[in-house]
């Protein structure tokens, strides 16, 4: 399967330099990490071709982006907001985008749809209109269309923002379902969506990339410097702001997470997670 | 496929959407009460019913901007446009799609105007089809294309300007585009240039304030299409523009033909407005309106009159008129000397707008002089007395806007000089009571030959004798009509009844007209001499007032073959006036004086002539006649007043009738014999009212 090649991106609006330099290999089920501001929709937008490729390139196999025509038919695109038509109904919508996509072969069309209502649990709600459903279901819709004309290259941007819990956990599931045989795109500032989901993640903040590997890599960097220690609130106090990751309660008493270059007292070395490494790499880029 | 599924998505979240059916319903009720309202009773007017609809256009003009900028913002609002953007050709097919939906919107919205239009007015009695063609046309032209321009635009501006600030845009536009523009604009709009330009961006009717003209019919003229396209490539520039700004690179070949296909098409029609024609403009804001253009001319013009004397006559006229933009006539004319002394250059009337390109006699090319309406010509050899020759002129130009000649209408009568024609004077004078119409009738016998390429069907006193040939003779002149009119009576009595296809309910009292008509004529030739050569074969009923409606000189134009009945510009429910007394006092003038060619040199004298003759008609026959049509009598401060009011005292007494009617035809003698002097008619109201107190 193809690299999604990013070479030299860079992106400025005026004099505000959004992208600087960004290099990526993207492959498998890539997530982007980056506080708000990083330029993670920016980023997406060039890939998706609505925003032009001004310097640097991106090429996917032999297809380059300088010419978007060849590019478009290998994108879905699920944009940061997405809403529909609020009085069609959701098989209307998908229907128009299949068409739009060029599925113009009737039976195609109708299989597809079906396919894809399936993937994403709509089927029973294809004869409901937009404005009746949940948050949770119009992203899904959102998830369907981008999937419609099984494009090689999927691009959701924070697609579980404003998702209550459950409906998070369901729309992991779905992207994991999603991936096989693409490549897909997401993007988010909450480190536990791409934890279950992506085999690759980059790190980015204000317009760079700070980290990109695959998961163990990235994991790799926290390696070792990740404490707990159960703590009374007195205690709590004690301990340095920088170094603490989490807080938790338990009980009267608080299990709180560290990073440590040394060995910390009465603290036992845990297994690092992606949200350790984010927090640590966050902390070295913003001193 | 991608282009109508779009469209069909778009009917999908209109049809969906309340509001767009309570528009709509509110839209076609207003104008099925409009039209409603000049169907029935004292209103009646089919002409009036799509004029004065203005009302209707604007409100359909400001939904369709706002529909423009929902074309743009519908997607924008629904975050859809970036997934559009991200398929291949998929904002394209959108927009496409969606411009296909409005168009197919207004095309329907004009069917269904229509079908109301037909369903109200066929039963009501109007039954010419090509007058529901063009109504359809207008249709098209005033409410179709101008929604589907104002979605356009409201389209360009969404997609330049982001946000609330649209509405106010969007209203100022509305204000600028819509029929009613002066009316927004107030007092700035009677600045020249400012109401020029209101009157070119105005997207709806353009005469709102005036009325409608039957004989003319709705202003369909290609210039009001052509300004159409020029706008709608103008947006469209504007659209290939933002695009191109917006894309920077990537541009692909075709943009830049259409491109050049834009700015090809914007510079010919620049050129194409650049250029002289006629087109009906009847708005008083306006410096071109009809009813100013010459009063101003010839307001100007009145002081300085000398004509030349010569006693010549034209007595063959072979005339190649062609009716396009402008009027080009190619005339071949015969002229006689009838005067005793040889002519080395003869002076005939042109009206103004025709420019004279060239004169020959027997190729050879004549020095020529053309100022105002006077038109000198150079002789190539003296001519002796009851010699011919022969002399080829050509021009073209532009006739008055009181006597219209372009590719929608013509009214070129024969007392106006629209041909050559050796009664000597301005086609208009100024006079006390305004601007009136000279009588240019020949005064001689001529055979005339035309050959005619313009609108159709055409009217006229002299027969047709091939596909666009006509041969005839007349001493009057030559009279071409042509119009919203049609024959009425089918010549049945020998009579082509012609008038206004919106009249035609009228038509029920042709034979009380006729009769009328006859009996006044009748009695006039008795009276005076006068012999005519019976009922017309030609009877035109056109409103062609619109400048001096008071003057009773001016409705009626009489040549023995045909008679020209005007009338104002209104709906005419009868072929006779409301008032029964008030016919004779058209006709009076029209059957007298003005039939015997009588130049005028005292309208004031002529028109008591008029008035009094026909009150003494009326009193004679029995119709029942106020005096209100006599000269209303001032405080008497002149001698002219004072033999005015004698006069007027003495017929408005009962009785007397034969010594009243003795009176008037020594008047007219007085008038035949050149005379409209005042003293002499003292002189002779002297004689009578003092044979009255006598007895
Ligand atoms: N159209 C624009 N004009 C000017 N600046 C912009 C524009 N779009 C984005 N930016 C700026 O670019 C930077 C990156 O924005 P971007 O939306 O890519 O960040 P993000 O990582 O997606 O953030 P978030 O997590 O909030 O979605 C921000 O500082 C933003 O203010
Ligand atoms: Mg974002």
Redesign the interface.
């Known amino acids: 399967m193809s690299v999604l090649e990013i070479r030299n991106v860079k992106k400025r609006y005026k004099n505000k330099v959004v992208l600087n330099n960004i290099s990526l290999n993207i492959k498998g089920t890539y997530g982007l990490l980056g506080p708000n501001g990083a330029g993670k929709t920016t980023l997406m ?1 060039i890939i ?3 925003l ?1 490729l001004e310097e640097g390139t991106i090429t996917f196999g032999d297809i380059s982006w300088e ?3 060849r590019v ?2 290998l ?5 940061q ?8 109904k959701v098989y ?1 919508v998908l ?3 299949a ?4 599925i ?1 072969n009737k039976e195609r069309r109708i299989s597809e749809l079906d396919a894809v209502l399936e993937n994403v649990n709509l089927y029973e709600q294809r004869n409901e209109k937009i404005k009746y459903l949940s948050g949770g279901m119009i992203r899904r819709v959102g998830i369907a ?1 981008a999937l419609l004309g099984n494009p090689k290259i999927v691009i959701v941007d924070e697609p579980t923002a404003g998702l209550d819990i459950q409906e998070r956990v369901r729309f992991r599931n779905l992207l994991r379902k999603i991936s096989a045989n693409r490549t897909i795109i997401i993007s988010s500032h909450i480190v536990e969506d791409l934890e279950t989901t992506c085999d690759y993640v980059a790190m980015m903040n204000k317009g760079t990339i700070l980290l990109e590997g695959s998961r163990q890599e990235v994991l790799q960097i926290v390696d070792g410097l990740v404490w707990e220690k159960d703590v009374n609130s007195r205690d709590l106090e004690q301990i340095p702001e920088s170094q603490i990751i989490s807080v938790k309660e338990a009980g009267d008493r608080y299990i709180v997470r560290m990073l440590s270059q040394e060995s910390i007292k009465e603290a036992k070395r845990v297994h690092p997670t992606l949200e350790d490494a984010y927090l640590y790499m966050m902390k070295g880029d913003n001193h | 496929m991608k282009v109508f599924n779009s469209m069909n998505v778009m009917w999908i979240l209109f049809r969906r959407n309340p509001l767009f059916w309570i528009l709509l319903v509110c839209f076609l009720t207003y104008v099925y009460y409009g039209f409603h309202f000049y169907s029935t009773g004292y209103n009646f007017s089919p002409g009036e019913a799509l004029v004065r609809m203005s009302f209707a256009v604007q409100g359909g003009m400001l939904a369709f901007l706002f529909f423009g900028v929902l074309l743009i913002r519908l997607e924008e609002n629904n975050h859809l446009h970036d997934i559009f953007s991200s398929i291949p050709k998929g904002n394209f097919s959108k927009f496409i799609g969606k411009l296909l939906f409005f168009f197919i919107l207004v095309l329907l919205i004009c069917l269904f105007v229509f079908s109301i239009y037909v369903f109200l007015f066929l039963p009501k009695g109007i039954s010419f089809l090509p007058f529901y063609y063009d109504a359809f046309l207008y249709i098209v032209l005033y409410w179709g294309i101008s929604f589907f321009l104002s979605m356009l635009i409201g389209a360009l501006l969404a997609s330049w300007f982001k946000g609330k600030i649209i509405y106010p845009l969007i209203l100022f536009v509305w204000a600028l585009i819509g029929p009613a523009n002066s009316y927004f604009f107030g007092t700035a709009a009677s600045k020249p240039v400012f109401s020029d330009f209101l009157a070119w961006i105005n997207l709806g009717e353009p005469n709102p304030y005036a009325l409608f003209n039957d004989l003319y019919g709705f202003e369909l003229s290609l210039y009001h299409w052509m300004k159409r396209l020029f706008m709608l490539l103008c947006i469209s520039f504007l659209f290939l523009f933002t695009h191109f700004l917006r894309k920077r690179g990537n541009i692909e070949k075709r943009f830049y033909m259409y491109v050049a296909v834009c700015i090809g098409s914007i510079g010919a029609l620049i050129y194409y407005f650049t250029l002289d024609r006629q087109i009906y403009i009847s708005n008083s804001l306006l410096a071109g309106t009809r009813e100013r253009v010459d009063e101003t001319y010839y307001r100007a013009l009145s002081h300085e009159n000398s004509v030349p004397h010569q006693v010549i006559a034209i007595t063959k006229y072979d005339v190649h008129m062609k009716i396009k933009r402008l009027v080009e006539i190619d005339t071949a004319i015969t002229i006689v000397n009838n005067q005793k002394q040889p002519l080395d250059n003869i002076s005939l009337s042109l009206y103004h707008g025709f420019k004279v390109i060239d004169v020959s006699s027997s190729h050879k090319k004549l020095s020529f002089q053309q100022k105002n309406d006077l038109l000198n010509i150079q002789l190539p050899s003296e001519l002796p007395p009851k010699q011919s020759c022969q002399l080829s002129i050509s021009y073209k130009g532009l006739s008055s806007p009181l006597f219209f000649a372009n590719s929608r209408a013509v009214y070129l009568p024969y007392y106006f000089p629209w041909l050559p024609s050796s009664n000597v004077e301005p086609a208009f004078q100024y006079t006390k009571i305004g601007l009136i119409r000279n009588n240019h009738q020949w005064g001689n016998d001529a055979e005339i030959t035309l050959t005619y390429d313009g609108p159709t069907p055409l009217y006229t006193n002299i027969k047709k004798v091939g596909s666009k040939k006509w041969h005839g003779r007349s001493s009057f002149g030559l009279s071409v009509v042509v119009g919203k009119i049609a024959e009425m009576n089918r010549k049945n009595d020998g009579t082509q009844f012609v008038q206004p296809m919106t009249w035609e309910k009228n038509m029920y009292q042709y034979p009380e007209f006729k009769e009328r008509t006859s009996h006044i004529m009748e009695t006039i030739s008795r009276n005076f001499h006068i012999p005519y050569e019976g009922f017309p074969k030609l009877v035109v009923f056109v409103p062609i007032l619109s400048i001096n409606d008071f003057a009773v000189e001016e409705y009626i134009w009489f040549a023995s073959d045909h008679l020209i009945y005007g009338t104002s510009l209104q709906y005419q429910a009868t072929i006779l006036p409301q008032d029964e007394a008030n016919y004779t006092y058209m006709l009076v003038p029209a059957l007298t004086w003005k039939y015997k060619g009588i130049p005028i040199k005292d309208m004031e004298y002529l028109h008591l002539f008029d008035s009094v003759y026909a009150y003494v008609y009326n009193q004679q026959h029995g119709i029942p006649d106020d005096g209100s049509f006599l000269p209303r009598m001032n405080p008497i401060k002149s001698e002219k007043d004072q033999i005015k009011s004698s006069i007027v005292q003495w017929i408005k007494k009962e009785g007397n009738v034969e010594m009243k009617n003795r009176f008037c035809q020594e008047w007219f003698q007085l008038i035949e014999s050149g005379s409209q002097d005042w003293n002499e008619l003292k002189k002779l109201v002297e004689q009578y009212i003092v044979i009255k107190e006598d007895l």
């Open positions: 937008k998706a071709t609505l032009p010419n978007d025509q478009k038919p994108i879905g695109y699920l944009p907001y997405f809403s529909a038509y609020k009085t069609m209307e229907h128009h985008f068409i739009l996509k060029g113009t269309q």
